[in-house]
């Protein structure tokens, strides 16, 4: 019983921390951030901060982890199951919903400044974001009785990285006043582009 209170204890107290860290790595940066910052927007003593988390590269990567996570299971918890034309839309809009977050496309920017200089952060994300969604959809894809396609694996890299390139380009790159298009146009001519391939495959 005593465990349970304490592991619960340190569990809400790595939460406390990792929002206090969040919100100071979104304002300045991974670089611009320092520990000691975020021991105080978090409320804890620095002893505290480097007991849960040794240094800073440390916490972040717990950051990602956690973000990541979040994400992902807000998209792909849902089981994929059904019509590929009912199931693809419906991931698509899932997708497109829970990216074009300012918080979350902020906290992407960052991974993507830093993996220069830090590779291992781009690749902590891919691992446990990108990759195990694209295990999934490609799987569905093979699976899917109504489909036939040759590389359900390119499919689903197409289908995952499109959808995202679109929104990271609208919204961070200021596509929507330079090259506006609407989510639906995306969707819907994907759907269009799998579908078409599907028939084609048929034909042949």
Not at 27 to 33: A, D
Not at 132 to 149: E, F, H
Not at 188 to 203: A, G, S, V
Request: glycine letters at 4%.
């Amino acid at each position: 019983m005593i465990l349970n209170y304490q592991q619960k204890k340190a569990e809400a107290k790595t939460k406390q921390i990792l929002k206090g860290a969040l919100s100071q790595f979104l304002e300045y940066g991974y670089l611009g951030t320092s520990m000691d910052k975020i021991a105080y927007h978090a409320g804890v003593s620095k002893q505290t901060l480097y007991s849960h988390f040794g240094d800073k590269e440390t916490l972040f990567k717990a950051l990602i982890y956690e973000v990541a996570t979040q994400k992902f299971q807000l998209v792909w918890a849902k089981p994929l199951e059904g019509k590929p034309e009912i199931v693809l839309k419906e991931l698509a809009q899932r997708i497109i919903n829970e990216v074009n977050d300012p918080q979350y496309l902020a906290f992407i920017h960052i991974i993507v400044t830093e993996a220069k200089s830090y590779p291992e952060l781009g690749e902590l994300f891919l691992e446990n974001v990108a990759k195990p969604a694209m295990n999934i959809l490609t799987k569905y894809l093979d699976d899917c009785p109504d489909l036939n396609l040759t590389d359900s694996e390119a499919i689903a890299h197409i289908f995952v990285n499109s959808l995202i390139h679109h929104i990271l380009t609208q919204e961070i790159l200021q596509g929507k006043k330079v090259i506006p298009i609407s989510n639906d146009r995306i969707v819907n001519n994907l759907m269009t582009m799998i579908q078409f391939n599907q028939e084609n495959i048929k034909i042949k």
